[in-house]
């Protein structure tokens, strides 16, 4: 027997319906590359992204067609989340930090259509518009004002105008409806090695993925927040923040480019942010603007930091000196992003500080829908609750269950998907990641956790950033070699920061050596490049082989 209850897809239209009916003037807020502030509401960005869906079709991009953007976070992006995804075409949102090659190979994979872009990425635009095969047209993001020079345009093949295609077109439009497993949106991975690899959204993923999302053991957002996702839209759609935020009809402040500490501070001290996102690099610039210039944070509460391991030391130093909260979240492209999340459980209240601190500094808890286990070598699955690491799978509806055009063929294990993350999880459920398996450790046969080591080389006042990587030994095979950046004038030895570790860990984790340099690689979205570390000191000489 079936339930009685109405049978309605899960669309992405619907957030938009919801925010500009419940929350029409609730403002979005966004600084333009154009270098203004600009302001506008849910009602004006609903009718604006309907006129966008009619200037689609009368562009031709028919259901699934394929639309890229290179773009900042701002409200015309925003737009063309709905526009695109609700129209049932597919927002495929490129990394602008890629190489051009790279950006060339997925928008040909991909075979967008109509690439729309922010005037900073003209030159970029210059580079690879003769090059992708299937982009029929260009759209710059801006107005006729704005417009490049005749002499620029004519470098670009069919260049058209953001502005120029929104005020052809009335928004007396109706979202279309479809089967709710339809293509939404598409964004491709990373990859260190090999090409990068498209993980293809649903609505139906996408809709369920947010409802998790604003849960409030997850980002607990509410319509008393005012939301700065950091986290750019061209990376796993900013860990679903522009949805999230029409479903519950918070306030939305975009920054743009403008990702320094100081742009960023203004913003939150202007707009009363009280919920922020983003990769724990950026927010170290950002401690450091406010640190450097005695302020203080006003009205900000909470901050999600995930995409790479957050330092102890930054929950501490967020908590302890500006009252602000830290909710360390892991996740993965391929997981839509969100798997856990690290909020405390009742049990954990009536803990000291340090003890909550200690908690804290676990990625978290799966959030409801993600269910994962861990597994050992032979993929037989590891009790939780003890100090062994092992290979962390997941699987659930936000997860993928194949690569766009099926590269890379079948990914999945037993119906799990295997993350490429080590992981330990804890009696309570609490998932502490310990390393990617690729730059694992191996120590004579033992693993030794590079992320426990990095943390501990963070809590250091001298140190900026570190990262640890495994430097060949002949008689323990590998062991570990700690690569830092010392902050801007601060003094360190070797033999005082490897003093630092003592007591802090079992004595045979102590790294072999430090190696102090100018800068760490970091990729396009914010996280260090181990591999291009390890390529660099292949060949090192540890004092102790
Ligand atoms: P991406 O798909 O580019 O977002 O990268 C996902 C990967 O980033 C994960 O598989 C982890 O290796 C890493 N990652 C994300 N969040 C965290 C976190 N909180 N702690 C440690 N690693 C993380």
Redesign the pocket.
Known sequence: MNGQMMQQPLLISSFIVHAERHHAEREIVSRRVEGDIHRTTYKELAARSRRMAKALAALGVGLSDRVATLAWNGYRHMELYYAVSGSGAVLHTINPRLHPDQIVYIADHAEDQVLFFDMTFLPLIQAVARRTRTVRHFVAMTDRAHMPSAEVAATIPNLLCYEELMAAQDDRYAWPSFDENTASSL?Y??GTTGNPKG?LYSHRSTVLHAYAAALPDSLNCSERDVILPVVPMF??NAWSLPYVACMTGAKLVYPGAGLDGKSLYELFESEGVTFSAG?PTVWQGLLAYVEANHLKFSTMKRTV??????PPAMIRAFGEKFGVNVL????????S?L??ACTLKAKHLALTQEERYAVMAK??RAVYGVDMKIVDDQGAEMPWGSETSGDLYVRGPWIISGYFKNEGGDPLVDGWFP???VARIDADGYVQ?T??SKDVIKSGGEWIGS?DLENIAMAHPAVAMAACIAAKHPKWDERPLLVVVKKPGAELTRDELLAFFEGKIAKWWTPDDVIFVDAIPL?A?G?MQKNKLRDQFKDYHLPTA
């Open positions: 964004c991975t990373s993980v990376h796993v990769v930091i995930g995409g790479s391991a957050c360390h979240a892991w996740g993965m492209t391929e997981m992003p798997g856990t990625q978290g993350t490429g993350d990641i390393d990617r992320i990729g979205t996280k």
